[in-house]
């Protein structure tokens, strides 16, 4: 069996073009949706990520402010652009771009954002209020894979579904929204037992481990969905946590790396700052962008 390859790149693309639709209707009512991208330091990666946000977020139609701070620059200072942000009606969403230098505390940054503004969905009420059932705003990795599993599988409910990593960036809301769709949801991590026993038994698996090829195509139960987050730099390019080219030849889809859950990322960061421009101006959730 040859797996059908999930071309997150195609659904990315269509993503932003509902996004563009969606945008311009809210600028025809006279509201520009505003996203704020803040980057402490000079992580080559982040500088990457974060032009690549800010030229997409120009893209849709949306205003984008950049923030820069040195490395050395004081928590307070952080915390001081955080709350003038808060405050800035034309900001929507506020993003400040992850890892942050180490003499930062992360949880007091991100709780210092508005929970309305947190368009990455980290600040610990839009934990809350996703475990919970309520409206929330969703970490855009984990509501990419969700997109891509629901166009794939249509209902989830009642699939047993395994996420292999418990980081509050992937991990734990993945499951969260895979629960909130009635999946049967294992979490996965280091110190699980069992492990490829546990992934045979999936109807979906979902790998954020941040190791290479680390998922072998064994593990992987025939037909099973495979949804590859992790983005790993080898001496052979990129790759993710699933053994592809193994696993591809078992599972019923799944997403390669590059060209997978990436390009969702992004996208679903747009579809955040929507969904936050229209609860700011009392209007519904736009369509299709939401959990
Ligand atoms: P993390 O390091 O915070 O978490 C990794 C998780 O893997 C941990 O919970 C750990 O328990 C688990 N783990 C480690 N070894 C394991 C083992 N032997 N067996 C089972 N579980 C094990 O990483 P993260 O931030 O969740 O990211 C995971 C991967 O996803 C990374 O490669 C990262 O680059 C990638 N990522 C991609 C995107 C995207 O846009 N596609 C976004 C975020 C993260």
């Avoid at 900001?91 to 508005?114: F, K, S, T, W, Y």
Wanted: glycine share 10%; net charge negative; charged share 20%.
């Amino acid at each position: 069996m040859t797996a059908k390859v999930i071309d997150g790149k195609a659904f990315a693309a269509g993503l932003r073009e509902q996004i563009k639709l969606q945008t311009a209707a809210m600028i025809a009512q006279g509201i520009t949706p505003g996203l704020a991208v803040v980057l402490v330091g000079e992580d080559p990666a982040s500088q990457v990520y974060v032009r690549s946000k800010e030229k997409q977020t120009r893209e849709t139609g949306m205003n984008s402010f950049a923030h820069r701070l040195s490395a050395e620059a004081p928590q307070a200072e952080l915390l001081a652009l955080i709350e003038q942000l808060n405050n800035d009606p034309a900001v929507n969403g506020i993003l400040v771009q992850l890892p942050l230098p180490a003499h930062m505390d992360e949880a007091a940054v991100i709780n210092a954002i508005r929970p309305e503004k947190d368009v990455d969905g980290f600040h610990i009420l839009n934990v809350g209020r996703l475990a919970t059932g309520q409206k929330a705003m969703v970490p855009c990795t984990p509501l990419g894979c969700l997109m891509l599993l629901r166009d794939l599988l249509g209902d989830l409910s009642g699939k047993s579904a395994v996420v292999i990593g418990r980081s509050n960036i992937v991990g734990k809301p993945m499951a969260q929204l895979l629960l909130r769709d009635s999946a049967t949801v294992t979490i996965a991590h280091s110190r699980t037992r069992n492990l490829p026993e546990l992934c045979r038994q999936a109807d979906i698996v979902v790998a954020a481990v941040g190791r290479p090829n680390f998922v072998q195509g064994d593990w992987i139960k025939p037909g099973a969905a495979v949804v590859d987050v992790g983005i790993n730099r080898t001496d052979d390019g990129l790759v993710g946590d699933v053994d592809f080219a193994a696993a591809s030849q078992i599972a019923g889809a799944i997403t390669p790396v590059p060209g997978g859950v990436g390009p969702m990322t992004i996208a679903c960061l747009l579809a955040s700052t929507l969904t936050a421009t229209a609860r700011a101006n009392g209007l519904p959730d736009p369509e299709g962008l939401t959990p």
